[in-house]
């Protein structure tokens, strides 16, 4: 399979004064895609908190550095706002990740896992239906990269902006009755494999 690309803006958030504007921005739209990265632990019983937080429009992937900025109040607020739909993969383990920094109620977000059923995927992981639906592979290779360093290279922020932006592609695309589950060629019929 081709490697899925995301061709649009990448704004790198490093200062309060820059994530304010950026939210301002962000909460004209009527919808955007979600994701968050945390530094891994390759030691047991070591965990770190969340490093980043991925807001992305159509044309656009803003890149909160929380570890160095904090989870500001104003970017809490644009995540408790129920009126701008927030998609999102696994939205639940991004929750417990943010908790353990702040409290706060989350609020709009629809989780693909659950959406993309209605079409007959049952894969959970993004590689997977991004594939399944558009015939290319989403790469890996920075999920394990230390996210908290001093600056991020433009391979982590190209890979932290795919992750937000394609949940953001697929919804729309599976929203607009382009998809057609019985003429996918990835789709394994499961009635058919247990007869």
Not at 75 to 97: A, P, T
Not at 107 to 118: D, K, N, P, S, T
Not at 138 to 166: C, F, M, V
């Amino acid at each position: 399979m081709p490697a899925a690309e995301f061709k649009g803006n990448i704004h790198l958030i490093e200062t309060a004064a820059d994530a304010r504007t950026a939210l301002r921005y962000l909460s004209r739209c009527r919808m955007v895609g979600f994701d968050t990265e945390t530094r891994p632990s390759f030691r047991k019983g070591c965990a770190f908190k969340v490093a980043l937080v991925q807001i992305s429009t159509e044309d656009s992937c803003f890149l909160f550095r929380i570890n160095k900025i904090g989870f500001m109040e104003p970017l809490r607020d644009f995540l408790s706002n129920e009126s701008i739909i927030k998609i999102g993969l696994s939205v639940k383990d991004d929750f417990h990740g943010l908790h353990k920094i702040e409290e706060f109620e989350p609020a709009g977000f629809i989780e693909l896992q659950e959406y993309v059923r209605e079409f007959g995927i049952t894969d959970a992981s993004l590689t997977k239906i991004n594939g399944i639906v558009f015939g290319e592979r989403i790469s890996k290779g920075q999920r394990l990269t230390n996210w908290e360093a001093a600056e991020l290279t433009p391979a982590q922020q190209h890979y932290a902006s795919l992750d937000a932006w394609a949940c953001l592609n697929l919804y729309h695309y599976l929203s607009s009755g382009q998809f057609d589950p019985e003429s996918s060629p990835f789709i394994v019929d499961e009635t058919a494999e247990a007869q």
